[in-house]
């Protein structure tokens, strides 16, 4: 069973800036596709970005395309989601998710974090 373990949250002021981190506790890590997810106060979860088992190929959501970039480091098993010129309607408990796909979809994922919260401020 994959075990997913986010950190980085936490609160900035509208502008700011914070750099989340995903770490899945597989073996094959670098053959899992990886997704961040969202869920805001009354909100459905969301797709965020998504990103290929190799790093080569990437997918956003257009709500945060050209702020956001996720990115991974195979070598430690570890996932990243940058987030820049946050706004208060990035504020969410963002999720990390690791599967044999990577896409815009909650169903293709197998292995999900707890999340971490994100609340950004005006």
């Known amino acids: 069973q994959v075990q997913v373990v986010e950190s980085g949250g936490g609160s900035v002021q509208a502008g700011g800036s914070l750099r989340l981190s995903c770490t899945a506790s597989?073996?094959?890590?670098?053959?899992?596709?990886m997704g961040w997810f969202r869920q805001g106060p009354g909100k459905e979860r969301e797709f965020v970005a998504a990103i290929s088992w190799s790093g080569g190929s990437t997918t956003y959501a257009d709500s945060v395309k050209g702020r956001f970039t996720i990115s991974r480091d195979n070598a430690k098993n570890t996932g990243y989601l940058q987030m820049n010129s946050l706004q208060p309607e990035d504020t969410a408990v963002y999720y990390c998710a690791v599967g044999e796909h990577y896409s815009g979809s909650p169903y293709d994922y197998t292995g999900w974090g707890q999340g971490t919260q994100v609340t950004v401020s005006s």
């Open positions: 597989v073996r094959t890590f670098s053959t899992y596709g």
